[in-house]
């Protein structure tokens, strides 16, 4: 048996039809059909393509993904249905969020199509966060303050481009750069542009090709109190950076007259 042969036999039965009927709809034999569903022959690429139209769902699922484990009313599918989100909540009827580690966070990104990566991760619930995927995301680096190393970004999965809004901020998942945290600025024809809050860095585009998955931001965890005198230090290095990055400006203007 296949993981194609246990799907297609747990989706003819989640309809209650019998092989005869299924093979009719598909314009197959039944006995032809039943070598499929036994795992006594693979299916040609035609035949993949019946089923996966009939059925609704990517052939990638039904070869790669057990979606018996995933119930189809709790799924939340991505667009083609390239992998699938289960929508698990816990006994309270809370939504449960994955927490993507800090240490780990560089293999999201072969991770994140994987149910059996995504059901590994740790989750916790937070009550006033429901009606939508939640994620957790660890922060990294000084570019979106309060947010440092040790923090998280709680984010809501955002199924289309077109919804996101200039603004608001996101975790971007790109095949480049992997997990980023950052503010929309504007919606492009072919591409994004994103900011950080700390001006010491510039803008920057994000081609619609390398943009994987898109988070915006619902919450956040801190590992330490909060301290106020943090945003103090902020100003002061934020001053500091500010220096820095007119210095930088200076040095490449006089580069280009040296040249």
């Known amino acids: 048996m296949s993981i194609f042969s246990d799907n297609i036999r747990f ?4 309809k209650k039809l019998s092989q005869q009927e299924l093979a009719d709809k598909i314009l197959l034999s039944r ?3 039943s ?30 993904v057990d ?48 149910p059996e990566y995504i059901e590994s991760l740790q989750r916790i ?22 947010f440092k190393d040790g923090s998280y970004i709680v984010g809501k999965y955002i199924e289309n481009i077109k919804d996101l809004k200039s603004g608001k901020s996101y975790v971007f998942v790109t095949l480049n750069d992997g997990i980023s945290y950052k503010r929309l600025i504007s919606l492009n024809e072919k591409s994004i542009t994103v900011a950080a809050d700390n ?19 619902a919450s956040g965890i801190f590992p330490e109190d909060f301290e106020p005198e943090l945003f103090e230090n ?7 950076l500010g220096i820095q990055k007119d210095i930088r400006i200076l040095d490449e203007k006089f580069s280009k007259k040296l040249d």
């Open 67 to 114: 979606i018996r484990k995933y119930p189809l009313e709790d799924v939340l599918r991505l667009p083609d249905n390239r992998i699938v989100l289960p929508v698990v909540v816990d006994q309270l009827g809370n939504n449960s969020i994955e927490i993507v580690p800090q240490k780990a966070s560089m293999g999201y990104l072969s991770g994140y199509s994987d």
């Open 35 to 64: 070598k499929y569903e036994d795992g006594r022959s693979e299916a040609p690429y035609e035949i993949l393509i019946r089923i996966s139209k009939y059925f609704n769902l990517s052939i990638d699922l039904l070869l790669t």
């Open 125 to 146: 619930s937070l009550p006033f966060l429901t009606n939508g995927k939640y994620r957790a995301f660890p922060a990294k680096g000084d570019s979106m303050p309060p």
């Open 199 to 217: 001006s010491f860095y510039t803008p920057y585009d994000i081609p619609f090709g390398e943009i994987v998955e898109v988070w915006q931001y």
């Open 234 to 240: 902020y100003n002061v290095k934020e001053i500091l």
């Open 31 to 33: 006995v032809r059909y």
């Open 11 to 14: 989706l003819r039965t989640q």
